[in-house]
C-alpha cells in the first residue's frame, strides 16, 4: 500500500528521466532505487521507536514524500542515508509527541486513561509476549537513549554512523548506548 502510494505521487517508474528534471542534475539511482534500498531498515528503525506497524508505514511514506520533494538537492552518497534516518527520526518524534498530546486531551475530555494500541506485528515470533515485553521496555526508554540504541542494535549501524546522523561524538553515541542498555536490562528484570 505505502508503496503503491508512493509512486503514484512519483508516476509509473519513479522519478523522471534525467533529462526531464529541472537544472539537469543527474542522480545515479531513481526514487524506486532509493525506496527499495532504505524503506525496509526505515520500517524497523521507525517502528522500534513507535511500536505500531501503522503509525510506521505512515511515518516513512512521509520521509519518503519529503525526499522526493527534496530529491535534486540532496547528496547521492552516503549523505543521502544519514538524511532519510533523520527525517524519519524527526518525523516519529513529532509523530509521538502529538500522540501524546491527543492522548492527554483524550484523557481530560473522558476523564479516563485512553486505550492502549497493540503490540504489533510481534505474533510471528516464538515468543511473542517476550518480545512484547522487550518492545514495551524500548519505548520507555528516554527518545535520547532508545534512538541510539535501536539504530546500533535493529539497524546495525557503527557508533561513527550514527554519531554522524544525530549529529553527536562517536564517544557520546558509545556511552548513550551503554546506559540505554542498562536501563533497558533494569526494565526487564521488572517485568521477569
Known sequence: MVRTLLFSITGEGGLP???????????????????????????????????????AEEIVQ???????ERRDILPTDEGLKYWLIRVARNLTLNHEKRRGRERRALERVFHEPAPRSEKGALESLTDAEAAGDVQKALLELPENLRT???LKEYAGFAYAEIGKMMNITEGNVKVRVFR???RLAQLLKEVL
Open 180 to 182: 540505554a542498555r542498562a
Open 62 to 68: 512521509e520521509t519518503f514524500i519529503k525526499y522526493y
Open 148 to 150: 541510539v540504541l535501536i
Open 17 to 55: 528521466s534525467e533529462a526531464n528534471r529541472p537544472g539537469g542534475v543527474k542522480h545515479p539511482t531513481g526514487f524506486s532505487e532509493v525506496y527499495e534500498a532504505w524503506s525496509p531498515l526505515l520500517f524497523r528503525i521507525v517502528y522500534r521507536m513507535t511500536g505500531r506497524r501503522e503509525s
